[in-house]
């Protein structure tokens, strides 16, 4: 897990469990990266990431706050959608192989 993932997860579990608030507001972004053992540009993209995700917001010169709302998490997937996306993934992966095997052997036949 990246930094800015472990420190954006983090965030989310305080909220989850109530030790942040609704409304709450977080501490400046120096602060977190001091708190959380990150750099600040790794605690902004967390921020960001959780802003994104409906998890935080921004008011322009005061601050970063707990949302009011929660945003609803998606459900696991089922067994069958894993299935139906590592179907999809190995037919991706298919197709680039063949595409480099195209490249390769066109790049052969130029060098002669």
Avoid at 20 to 26: A, F, I, R, S, V
Avoid at 45 to 71: C, F, H, I, M
Wanted: aromatic share 4%.
């Amino acid at each position: 897990m990246a930094p800015f993932e472990r420190v954006a997860e983090n965030i989310r579990q305080a909220i989850r469990s109530g030790r942040m608030k609704p409304g709450e507001k977080l501490p400046s972004n120096r602060e977190l990266a001091r708190q959380e053992g990150v750099s600040l540009v790794t605690t902004q993209k967390a921020l960001g990431v959780l802003q994104d995700e409906g998890w935080l917001v921004s008011r322009a010169s005061v601050g970063v706050y707990v949302n009011d709302t929660q945003p609803q998490e998606a459900a696991p997937e089922t067994l069958d959608d894993l299935r139906r996306g590592f179907a999809e993934l190995r037919a991706t992966v298919t197709a680039l192989q063949e595409r480099i095997e195209g490249i390769e052997q066109r790049a052969r036949q130029a060098d002669g």
